[in-house]
């Protein structure tokens, strides 16, 4: 069977070609976009979680010891709190041994 190629079929073709590429392209953006997001809540939770650790560090301390501890370094050395720093920037203010400290922690 002969089949005769005409330039309208090969134009038909490229169009094709090409909007199959260009569908293939735009999945692989969303798909890295998507990504990205997941990978940012993911940090964000992180730092929550370590915040939140932190805390309670500081709330066990202030049962045990009847005051909250004056620096995040004093909750490393005597109640076993482990962060990864490089990972989080962690911020502890203490205002005074009867005040909860304020705590931030931000991913870097």
């Known amino acids: ?3 005769q190629v005409t330039a309208d079929s090969q134009r038909a073709r490229r169009r094709k070609r090409t909007a199959i590429s260009v569908a293939v392209a735009a999945c692989l953006v969303a798909v890295a976009l998507i990504a990205g997001a997941a990978q940012a809540s993911a940090r964000e939770q992180g ?20 005051s909250y501890p004056a620096s995040y370094q004093y909750l490393e050395d005597h109640y076993g709190l482990r962060v990864n720093d490089t990972d989080y920037v962690i911020t502890y203010e203490s205002f005074a041994s009867n005040v909860m400290p304020n705590v931030v922690v931000v991913p870097r």
């Open 47 to 66: 730092a929550a979680s370590v915040r939140n650790a932190i805390l309670e560090s500081a709330k066990q301390c202030c049962a045990v010891e009847g």
């Open 1 to 3: 069977m002969y089949h």
